[in-house]
T-cell receptor
Framework: GESVGLHLPTLSVQEGDNSIINCAYS??????FIWYKQESGKGPQFIID???NMDKRQGQRVTVLLNKTVKHLSLQIAATQPGDSAVYFC?????????????WGLGTSLAVNP | NAGVMQNPRHLVRRRGQEARLRCSPM?????VYWYRQLPEEGLKFMVY????????ESGMPKERFSAEFPKEGPSILRIQQVVRGDSAAYFC???????????FGPGTRLTVT
């Protein structure tokens, strides 16, 4: 299953399928991007990050792709499991001097059907 | 190594009262960030502090809100004369100096009645 940026905030997939969550970021000067997972009632949990000098990074079952030309970021989750159900946020880190605040996207809710 | 601690986890205040939210960063972290989250929305940056210094408060409302991170003790986010619109989840994150990875606490859910 695949979501399209902020216009489809809910993504429903079958257990075992691959999930793709998309994000459009806003600032060309952002040099660092992070995906967070947030389960209901909890704080955001770091999943994977990527710096602007890379276009792909892989973790355990997750891959982040960065397309700086169109300011687009995606998170791919392989073999999605029920425990992956959560809201996923992309965040961009605007390096303005020593200030490393995060600017967050709206989020995509991922529902995994058993 | 304990993670980022926030307390209280839930806070109920009547309109006009003061709310104090506390955040203890991870051991070894000297940078603290506060974010606010409304239901079904992303986090909105409020303020970034280092020990005894406010680095960026561009996300803080001009009135009623203040934050500090003293030399000793937790970081405090203070909201004076709360209004219903202040009801939200407030998250604190910490990082090591110079590192971008931020670790988040469990949040404080403020309800103003």
């Amino acid at each position: 299953g695949e979501s399209v940026g902020l216009h489809l905030p809910t993504l429903s997939v079958q257990e075992g399928d691959n999930s793709i969550i998309n994000c459009a970021y806003s600032n060309s000067a952002s040099d660092y991007f992070i995906w967070y997972k947030q389960e209901s009632g909890k704080g955001p949990q770091f999943i994977i990050d990527i710096r602007s000098n890379m276009d792909k990074r892989q973790g355990q079952r997750v891959t982040v792709l960065l397309n700086k030309t169109v300011k687009h970021l995606s998170l791919q989750i392989a073999a999605t499991q029920p425990g992956d159900s959560a809201v996923y946020f992309c965040a961009e880190n605007l390096n303005a001097g020593n200030n490393r605040k995060l600017i967050w996207g709206l989020g995509t809710s991922l529902a995994v059907n058993p | 190594n304990a993670g980022v601690m926030q307390n209280p986890r839930h806070l109920v205040r009547r309109r006009g009262q003061e709310a104090r939210l506390r955040c203890s960063p991870m051991k070894g972290h000297s940078h603290v960030y506060w974010y606010r989250q409304l239901p079904e929305e992303g986090l909105k940056f409020m303020v970034y502090l280092q020990k005894e210094n406010i680095i960026d408060e561009s996300g803080m409302p001009k009135e009623r809100f203040s934050a500090e991170f003293p030399k000793e003790g937790p970081s405090i986010l203070r909201i004076q004369q709360v209004v219903r619109g202040d009801s939200a989840a407030y998250f604190c994150a910490s990082s090591r100096g110079g590192s971008s990875e931020q670790y988040f606490g469990p949040g404080t859910r403020l309800t103003v009645t």
